[in-house]
């Protein structure tokens, strides 16, 4: 998992892009920072879910291929992918 110090550096810097580019103005910007941070917090959580699941159905296979190993990325990148695709994302 990434640091608060780490999180809250990635929040302003993507805050003060969105702002440069016009896009936005906060009138409490210490507000839009937790909102933020909340946000990607959460967003991470459920990718870190999604990693889960996937690990859990791979090793749950018969013959479960060796984690890192070529045939483990494959079948980690296809149900990562339709693990999201069940979610709504990606």
């Known amino acids: 998992m990434i640091s608060d110090d780490k999180m809250t550096h990635i929040v302003h810097l993507m805050l003060d892009g969105i702002q440069k580019a016009g896009m936005a103005t906060y009138s409490d910007k210490e507000q839009a920072v937790r909102e ?30 060796i984690e890192n190993s070529p045939q483990w990325d494959n079948l980690y990148e296809k149900y990562y992918d339709e693990e999201m695709r069940r979610r709504g994302g990606a």
Do not use: F, T
Not at 37 to 50: A, E
Not at 51 to 57: K, L, N, Q
């Open 36 to 65: 933020s941070r909340k946000i990607c917090l959460s967003y991470l959580s459920q990718l870190n879910k999604v990693g889960d699941i996937v690990r859990e159905r791979i090793l749950s296979q018969k013959n479960a291929p």
